[in-house]
Structures are given as structure tokens and as C-alpha cells.
């Protein structure tokens, strides 16, 4: 079953950053066969072209590499302490050895007074957990050991380089869409040519429709993306988790802590907040099915009742 999540993980993976290759290519194409109408240039359309690719390989290149860092730089996170968050690192090291992982993840604490947590990297040789000092506060030892153990599943499990691939991403397709609505609302459509015949002006219009689709779907199309990530894979990492700490209640009473806590995370952001163990945002949409299909962690409770009945 975990050979499966890892095979299906990375390939989700990649397809992701296929899909969006291609989605921000089309995109800029679109806009350059608008303005090599446009301005009567139709060189422009093969430029955006190149340019879009460059820019598109480049940056999923980018978030390969370094997407870990730029979520925990987005997030405001520091470096743990060995020695003032000690029991966290001597936490960390035992479920190392016990997952298997060959390196310890880096530890690194974010400044807020909510509990909650999330695991970010692109293997388990090269990853992350982000605590809240908040947590480290309000949990006992068990509790942040299942919480740790939770994150830790995510790491052998690949679901770290989707999450973290996919909240760079759409951040940066969500960024470009509106910077070009904003772009385009306030008179980046005037054009030079006034005197385009019939035909050049409905080939405009309809190229700039077709932009214009594309921008106005892009931040749906990434919120439903964010969706796709399998909410199986919080399931599957309370599960792992009980089997490394063979403590179900740890990581239930954590839950539990973690959910109704009435504080949100301040410097959670929407690209980011399907990465913590539980809403950051703390909107709990309540227990109807539409509510649960728009929301980016599986009920509470749910999760609270599978655990125990391990």
C-alpha cells in the first residue's frame, strides 16, 4: 500500500508540472498571437512562445529544487534550537530511525501561538517538519510524538513533493493570472492598429476571449487542484503514524487539541494551508458532503474515530 502512495505520489507529481508547463504556455502563446495582431508583428507570437517555456521550465525547475525553502521562508519560520526545543529533536531522531528515513529532517519552529504543523521537501533525504511554538506549548510528549510521526509519514510517503510542488505552483499561476486581468482591465488590450479588417478583428477578439478564459479559470483550476491532492493521504498518515508510535491516542488527543483550537495561524496563506496537519484557518465547514468536497483536510472527527478504532 505505501509503495503504491510513493509511485502514485511522484507521478502525480510529475504530471503536475506537465500540466502546468503546458497551462502557462498556452496562456502566454494566447496573449502573444493577441498582440502580434495587435501591433502587426507576427514574430511576437513565436517570442511569447519561447518565453513562455523558458519561464515555465524554469520555474517548475525552481520548485523542484527549492520549493521547501520558499514555503518555509513564506511561512516565517526559523531554525529549531538543539537545545531549547531538545525534546523535539530527540522526538524527530528515534521516529527517524524508526521510519527508516535515511537523513533527519531539518526542524524549524514558526513564532505563533496556534498548535499545528506540516512536513515540506521533495524525498526523505531532503526534507523539512515546521512546528508552532504553539504546539510545542499545548502538546504533551505523546501527543507531539504522533504529530511528529504524522508529518514524518508524509516524508517516507513522497507526499511532501507533491504538497510543496503543487503550493509554489499554483501560487505562481495564481500570481500570473492576475497580473495579467489587472493587466488587461486596465487598458492592456488597446491596441495600435485601428484599422484591422473584419476578419484580423474577430481572429483578436477571439484569441483575447480565450485569454481571458484562461486567466479568469486559472485560480478555480488551482483551488481544484489543491483539492485533487487526495485527502487518502491524511488518512494514510494517521495510519502510518500509529503503526511507527503504536500509540493511537497520541495522536488522536492531538488532533483533537489541534482543531478546536479557536486560533488561526497568522502567516498561513491558501497556497500553503493544505500542507498543515489541519486547517490552519480554523473555518470548520461543518459535516455535509458539498462542505467536506471544498475542503482541504477530511473532517476531524472522522480522522479522530478511524484512529481509535485502530
Same mark, same amino acid.
Given at each position: ?146 504529530? #511528529? +510521526?504524522?508529518?514524518? @509519514?508524509?516524508?517516507?510517503?513522497? !507526499?511532501?513533493?507533491? &504538497?510543496? =510542488? ?123 458532503? #458539498? +462542505?467536506?468536497?471544498? @475542503?482541504?483536510?477530511?473532517?476531524? !472527527?472522522?480522522?479522530? &474515530?478511524? =484512529?481509535?478504532?485502530?
Amino acid at each position: 500500500m505505501f509503495e503504491d502512495q510513493i509511485r502514485s505520489n511522484i507521478n502525480k507529481t510529475w504530471g503536475f508540472i506537465l500540466g502546468f508547463i503546458v497551462f502557462f504556455t498556452i496562456l502566454i502563446y494566447l496573449l502573444g498571437l493577441f498582440f502580434a495582431e495587435m501591433y502587426g508583428d507576427p514574430s511576437l507570437a513565436f517570442i511569447f512562445l519561447i518565453a513562455a517555456l523558458a519561464f515555465s521550465i524554469i520555474s517548475s525547475w525552481v520548485s523542484y529544487y527549492y520549493s521547501d525553502r520558499m514555503v518555509i521562508s513564506a511561512v516565517g519560520a526559523r531554525p529549531a534550537d538543539p537545545i531549547l526545543h531538545k525534546q523535539l529533536y530527540d522526538l524527530v531522531e528515534g521516529l527517524t530511525i524508526a521510519s527508516g528515513v535515511p537523513a533527519m529532517p531539518r526542524l524549524y519552529v514558526m513564532d505563533e501561538p496556534s498548535p499545528n504543523a506540516f512536513a515540506t521537501g521533495r524525498n526523505p533525504e531532503h526534507s523539512a517538519i515546521v512546528v508552532t511554538s504553539g504546539l510545542l506549548e499545548m502538546l504533551s510528549r505523546d501527543e507531539l510524538e504522533g504529530v #511528529l +510521526a504524522h508529518e514524518m @509519514s508524509h516524508v517516507v510517503n513522497y !507526499d511532501i513533493l507533491l &504538497a510543496t =510542488i503543487i503550493s509554489v505552483l499554483v501560487g505562481t499561476v495564481v500570481l500570473i493570472s492576475h497580473f495579467f486581468w489587472r493587466w488587461m482591465w486596465w487598458g492592456g488590450g488597446r491596441g495600435r492598429r485601428s484599422g484591422n479588417g473584419g476578419g484580423s478583428g474577430y481572429l483578436m477578439l477571439i484569441i483575447l476571449a480565450l485569454a481571458l478564459l484562461f486567466i479568469i479559470l486559472a485560480p478555480i483550476a488551482s483551488q481544484l487542484i489543491q483539492l485533487a491532492v487526495s485527502r487518502k493521504r491524511e488518512y494514510l498518515a494517521d495510519a502510518s503514524a500509529v503503526k511507527l508510535t503504536r500509540y493511537p491516542d497520541g495522536l488522536a488527543n492531538a488532533l483533537h487539541k489541534i482543531a478546536y483550537s479557536p486560533i488561526p495561524v497568522r502567516r498561513a496563506n491558501k497556497a500553503v494551508a493544505h500542507m498543515f496537519i489541519d486547517d490552519p484557518f480554523k473555518k470548520r465547514k461543518g459535516s455535509s458532503w #458539498l +462542505a467536506n468536497l471544498f @475542503s482541504t483536510h477530511p473532517p476531524i !472527527d472522522d480522522r479522530i &474515530a478511524r =484512529i481509535q478504532a485502530m
